[in-house]
């Protein structure tokens, strides 16, 4: 009986020792704006630095439905109204998460950064696939200036078992090497990749896959270079692609 109660109570331990785990949250951001004023179309514009207090992505105040987005969940970042020309809004990634969807809206451009380098926060793609869609930098952007202008910057590693799909009428850059597993697809709007170490391809993810353009650009951008290069494969979907490269 002794040995009954004893293996009862270590059982009881071990459950209560273990964290529930959040469940899929659906969000929007309505937390401080965080804006930092910018020249619209200044030339190349890269993630800007700042001392961002209460803009962290656990806070919960900072979304419609809290805790935050995860867990596959989908997270909209939007323009707070009236404020769409100020500026970009500045979150920072201080957690792990996993997204089924992402959504910049901000006409002037979301920077996503991590501002602990040390913490190696990851935006994880879910295991159906993350969507990252994107608004176009600024509306009155010429298109033709889309391969030299900003936009939206994901300042994190993307990583997870699924596919990232990059669709919207916006650009999206990435700035960090991507582990992510599954296959990439840019369908709409521009992928723009930076690096200054010659690291382009681990921008792409791991998946040994061509990167598939489905109606999207590729931007290619590695300062010091006058010709950008990458290893990987392609494959053109019946959208057809583009290249264009900022040196």
């Given at each position: 009986m002794a040995r009954r109660c004893r293996k009862r109570m270590l059982a009881l331990v071990v459950a209560g020792a273990v964290s529930p785990a959040i469940a899929q949250v659906d969000a929007s951001w309505v937390g401080p704006s965080a804006f930092v004023h910018e020249p619209i179309f200044a030339p190349q514009p890269g993630p800007v630095s700042v001392l961002n207090q209460g803009h962290d992505w656990t806070t919960r105040r900072n979304w419609s439905t809290p805790p935050y987005p995860t867990d596959a969940g989908a997270a909209t970042i939007p323009a707070p109204a009236g404020l769409e020309a100020l500026g970009r809004i500045i979150l920072t990634l201080d957690t792990n998460v996993s997204l089924r969807e992402?959504?910049?809206?901000?006409?002037?451009?979301?920077?996503?950064?991590?501002?602990?380098?040390?913490?190696?926060?990851?935006?994880?793609?879910?295991?159906?696939?993350?969507?990252?869609?994107?608004?176009?930098?600024?509306?009155?952007?010429?298109?033709?200036?889309?391969?030299?202008?900003?936009?939206?910057?994901?300042?994190?590693?993307?990583?997870?078992?699924?596919?990232v799909s990059v669709t919207g009428s916006g650009v999206v850059t990435f700035t960090r090497a991507n582990p992510f597993l599954g296959p990439l697809?840019?369908?709409?709007?521009?992928?723009?990749?930076?690096?200054?170490?010659?690291?382009?391809?681990?921008?792409?993810?791991?998946?040994?896959?061509?990167?598939?353009?489905?109606?999207?650009?590729?931007?290619?951008?590695q300062p010091g270079s006058t010709a950008p290069s990458l290893q990987r494969a392609f494959h053109l979907g019946s959208g057809g692609g583009t290249f264009c490269a900022a040196v």
């Open positions: 992402l959504t910049l809206a901000n006409a002037a451009g979301v920077d996503l950064t991590d501002t602990q380098p040390a913490l190696n926060s990851t935006l994880s793609a879910a295991a159906q696939g993350l969507v990252i869609r994107s608004l176009r930098y600024h509306p009155d952007a010429p298109s033709r200036a889309l391969c030299h202008y900003g936009g939206n910057y994901l300042a994190v590693p993307v990583g997870g078992s699924g596919s697809v840019v369908r709409n709007g521009i992928l723009a990749i930076s690096s200054t170490n010659g690291a382009l391809d681990a921008r792409l993810g791991s998946s040994p896959q061509p990167v598939t353009l489905d109606g999207g650009t590729l931007r290619l951008s």
